[in-house]
């Protein structure tokens, strides 16, 4: 079962930290579905008053080699992009195996939509980012190519289970005990098993493990 995240990440982490901000009235978006295995996100397109101006930061980032004018008008423009270092965000995203579907940036964040083959791909790519410092704000999950829709999985919920999950609390024998997760959030070895069983219990919901009703 694939799985298809949106995400918010800084602009910085998919062009460079020179970066952080694109104009107000600008959009910048990577052209097409944008496979990260073989040469990354090879297509730039820029909408805006002044695609220009942009085109030139972009050129200025240090892991941009070239970026060369393929078409386009004094208000968009489609550029070809030759990299030098592999963006952080794409590294991420390569390190779980999965693929960027799009992204597209405007004022300080890009956002980003990413399909991931499984449920352990996304705590990896999770862990790769913050392990990157990127910036990864997930807003949307979806799940068998059913489309994105809102996940019930709050933010402690996923933080907790993505930690018990790395640090082999669902193995047998485990690698770690309750209450040594609890130390690490600082909350008490009851409110981490609250966590953890209502975070399985929303994550077998939207998978369609269970029935909803129950």
Wanted: charged share 30%; glycine share 8%; hydrophobic share 40%.
């Amino acid at each position: 079962m694939s799985i298809v995240i949106e995400a918010h990440i800084q602009t910085g982490s998919l062009l460079a930290d020179g970066i952080d901000r694109i104009p107000p009235g600008t959009r910048v978006e990577f052209d097409g579905v944008v496979p990260v295995r073989e040469v990354p996100l090879p297509y730039l397109r820029i909408r805006g008053d002044d695609p220009d101006d942009v085109a030139d930061d972009v050129r200025r980032c240090a892991c941009v080699a070239a970026l060369e004018l393929l078409d386009g008008s004094a208000e968009e423009q489609l550029y070809a992009v030759r990299w030098g270092d592999v963006p952080r965000f794409v590294d991420c995203l390569r390190d779980a195996e999965g693929a960027l579907l799009r992204a597209v940036a405007s004022n300080e964040m890009w956002t980003v939509e990413c399909r991931l083959p499984t449920e352990a791909a996304v705590t990896r790519f999770e862990s790769s980012c913050s392990d990157e410092e990127v910036d990864l704000s997930v807003t949307r999950i979806g799940r068998r190519g059913i489309g994105l829709q809102e996940s019930s999985v709050t933010e402690e919920q996923r933080a907790a289970l993505s930690r018990a999950l790395d640090e082999g609390y669902f193995e047998v024998p485990r690698r770690t005990t309750l209450v040594e997760l609890a130390d690490e959030f600082g909350v008490s070895d009851s409110a981490m098993s609250q966590r953890l069983r209502r975070g399985v219990r929303s994550v077998l919901r939207e998978g369609d493990v269970v029935d909803e009703s129950r």
